[in-house]
């Protein structure tokens, strides 16, 4: 657990501009905040080491120290604004695909009531299919189900009967060897559809640690009779405009709004929804044919959602403090420094000159694509060499190797295997911060990365007297060339890998039109990442055919769920 952590709500923040800052105290005693320019950020005594200009005249405060939660995990959100009409006989019914069926308690599909207790619940636990009533009594089926195996699973309440069924079946392919199973219990108090006020999907609620799911969900709804295996599938799977509602209270087409984080209800009430800490869509679905690689070619085979337990998009903390950049105030790289007893916190951010009005001849380009991509990177390199070199060496002492609570980077794997292909920068960072050592190295060099690696270019171009503007890779993608084209020289940072067309389209019309282009990196221009306006602050990258990576997105998903193309290395896109 980290004393105290932040975030800004951007990277970037331009003249009469405001930026909001977001903090969480574990302390008891209030903090101070002070602005600080970043020149070095490498302590590393044998380079320049820490240079940074004391600000606070310019802006100081202190506030009350505060807990603020993290709720890592996806799921979906229904809520019910009409009354349901009670059912002498309900389903809920899902196919699911999980990938940790043998952890704890994952929630399938939860009916809360008014005052937020759980009617049902479908859910697996230690491998098994259960179910919940009324929050109290639990049943469940002895056959296993098995991890990245397509399956039907159900619920079914028959008050004519006094019976509770639950049920899975495989579907979808290689399943030859598989069986269905069900189980019938009597019961004497059930819940009403009349009851249920909200439906959570792939957890129990929206508190922490609220029985997350592992793995696809496709098709879920609320059917009005008794499934079974041998029932007709209402769902037709192939094409949802065939598929029977007729019969339903509620069915959940996933191919619908994939691009999306709502939820599209087809049923007779469309209840639709929202998803939560964004969950990956564009998945192949139980019907998936392999006809088709692009999931916008054949939606209707893309109509599942992975949900993980450590999904993360925006922590949603309050906002602590603002500061809105001064018109004159120069542009360069600044931090609020955060101090409260022994302990601290960095929150960096960027100062971007108006477009068109540029304060000097050179400009550099901020790599905060690339930033988002890694922030988090847990890399394996903590233990007790590293800690005492950073002890020595004055570096930060925090690392996503320890503390994950803040979700991970996209080199980095899920919970439960699957590579992770979305990062947000709403959320604190470890690794994008002054001092911090990535690369555990017991000699000279400083093992650093990134961010407070990028500061050694800064540091030389005020050591040789060069004055500089800097831009954001989210400032470039919007403004295009016109934000580039006053300037002299553009000059990248060192290591500018991750791009959208937009940036590349922007760079290279600059060099093409008589600009000169500085490439002060290593492995630039090398992935392609998916961006939407109305996900501020989320990168997908889909790490398809080719390229060097820590893990290898499945076939048929090598497109973005976030914008339609094809992921993958720029080099695969002919650029």
Same mark, same amino acid.
């Given at each position: 657990m980290i004393p105290i952590s932040g975030y800004a709500d951007r990277w970037c923040v331009g003249h009469n501009q405001t930026i909001q800052f977001k903090v969480s105290s574990e302390l008891d005693e209030p903090y101070s905040v002070r602005l600080v320019r970043i020149t070095c950020a490498d302590p590393n *005594?044998?380079?320049?080491?820490?240079?940074?200009? +004391?600000?606070?005249?310019?802006?100081? +405060?202190?506030?009350?120290?505060?807990?603020?939660?993290?709720? %890592?995990?996806?799921?979906?959100?229904?809520?019910?604004?009409?009354?349901?009409?009670?059912?002498?006989?309900?389903? =809920? =019914?899902?196919?699911?695909?999980?990938? %940790?069926?043998?952890?704890?308690?994952?929630?399938?599909?939860?009916?809360?009531?008014?005052?937020g207790e759980n009617l049902l619940e479908l859910f697996l636990d230690s491998g098994h299919l259960g179910a919940s009533l009324n929050s109290d009594a639990e049943l469940s089926l002895s056959e296993v189900?098995?991890?990245?195996?397509?399956?039907?699973?159900?619920?079914?309440?028959?008050?004519?009967?006094?019976?509770?069924?639950?049920?899975?079946?495989?579907?979808? *392919?290689?399943?030859?060897?598989?069986?269905?199973?069900?189980k019938d219990f009597h019961f004497d108090q059930s819940p009403s559809l009349a009851?249920?006020?909200?439906?959570?999907?792939?957890?129990?609620g929206s508190e922490i640690k609220a029985n997350h799911y592992n793995g696809k969900i496709e098709h879920p709804g609320i059917i009005n009779s008794v499934y079974s295996h041998d029932s007709l599938n209402i769902r037709d799977t192939s094409n949802s405009s065939k598929t029977?509602?007729?019969?339903?209270?509620? %069915?959940?087409?996933?191919?619908?709004?994939?691009?999306?984080?709502?939820?599209?209800?087809?049923?007779?009430?469309?209840?639709?929804?929202?998803?939560i800490n964004v969950p990956t869509r564009a998945m192949r679905g139980s019907n998936?044919?392999?006809?088709e690689m692009a999931w916008k070619h054949a939606p209707e085979e893309y109509g599942a959602i992975h949900f993980h337990e450590d999904d993360i998009y925006d922590c949603e903390w309050e906002t602590d403090f603002e500061f809105q950049v001064p018109n004159d105030f120069r542009s360069a790289m600044y931090s609020m420094r955060i101090e409260c007893q022994d302990e601290f916190e960095d929150i960096p951010f960027y100062v971007r000159p108006k477009t068109g009005k540029p304060q000097s001849k050179i400009c550099v380009i901020i790599p905060t694509f690339t930033y988002t991509v890694y922030?988090?990177?847990?890399?394996?390199?903590?233990?007790? +060499?590293?800690?005492?070199? =950073?002890?020595?060496?004055?570096?930060?002492?925090?690392?996503? +190797?320890?503390?994950?609570?803040?979700?991970?980077?996209?080199?980095?794997?899920?919970?439960?295997?699957?590579?992770?292909?979305?990062?947000?920068r709403l959320r604190p960072s470890l690794t994008m911060r002054p001092r911090y050592m990535t690369i555990f190295r017991p000699y000279a060099v400083s093992g650093m990365r990134h961010l407070p690696a990028d500061t050694h270019l800064l540091a030389w171009l005020e050591h040789l007297g060069h004055d500089y503007d800097v831009v954001s890779d989210e400032d470039i993608h919007e403004e295009g060339i016109e934000i580039l084209r006053p300037y002299s020289v553009v000059m990248t940072m060192s290591h500018p890998e991750y791009h959208t067309a937009n940036t590349l389209d922007a760079i290279y019309e600059y060099s093409r039109t008589g600009g000169r282009l500085?490439?002060?990196?290593?492995?630039?221009?090398?992935?392609?990442?998916?961006?939407?306006?109305d996900l501020p602050g989320m990168i997908e990258?889909?790490?398809?055919?080719? &390229?060097?990576?820590?893990?290898?997105?499945?076939? &048929?998903?090598?497109y973005n769920a976030l914008d339609g193309e094809y992921g993958g290395m720029w080099l695969r896109n002919g650029r």
């Open positions: *005594p044998i380079g320049p080491g820490i240079i940074e200009e +004391d600000l606070s005249s310019v802006y100081s +405060d202190q506030f009350p120290s505060r807990k603020q939660p993290v709720k %890592l995990g996806s799921y979906a959100r229904v809520e019910v604004k009409d009354k349901l009409t009670h059912q002498e006989h309900f389903s =809920v =019914v899902a196919n699911i695909w999980p990938t %940790l069926p043998s952890a704890g308690r994952q929630s399938i599909i939860c009916l809360k009531n008014s005052s189900l098995h991890e990245r195996i397509w399956y039907t699973v159900w619920c079914s309440v028959d008050y004519k009967t006094n019976k509770i069924v639950i049920g899975q079946s495989p579907c979808g *392919p290689r399943h030859d060897d598989l069986y269905p199973a069900s009851e249920v006020q909200e439906i959570y999907i792939a957890s129990s029977n509602t007729e019969n339903t209270t509620a %069915l959940w087409d996933f191919s619908l709004g994939i691009s999306t984080q709502s939820i599209k209800d087809i049923g007779p009430l469309c209840m639709h929804g929202e998803l998936w044919s392999g006809k922030n988090n990177q847990a890399r394996g390199t903590a233990g007790p +060499d590293y800690d005492a070199l =950073v002890k020595k060496m004055g570096n930060r002492r925090w690392t996503p +190797d320890i503390i994950n609570e803040f979700g991970l980077s996209t080199y980095n794997n899920h919970t439960d295997g699957s590579g992770i292909c979305l990062s947000s500085m490439y002060m990196g290593g492995n630039g221009f090398y992935w392609k990442i998916g961006i939407r306006k990258i889909r790490r398809a055919e080719g &390229g060097i990576r820590t893990w290898a997105a499945d076939a &048929g998903e090598y």
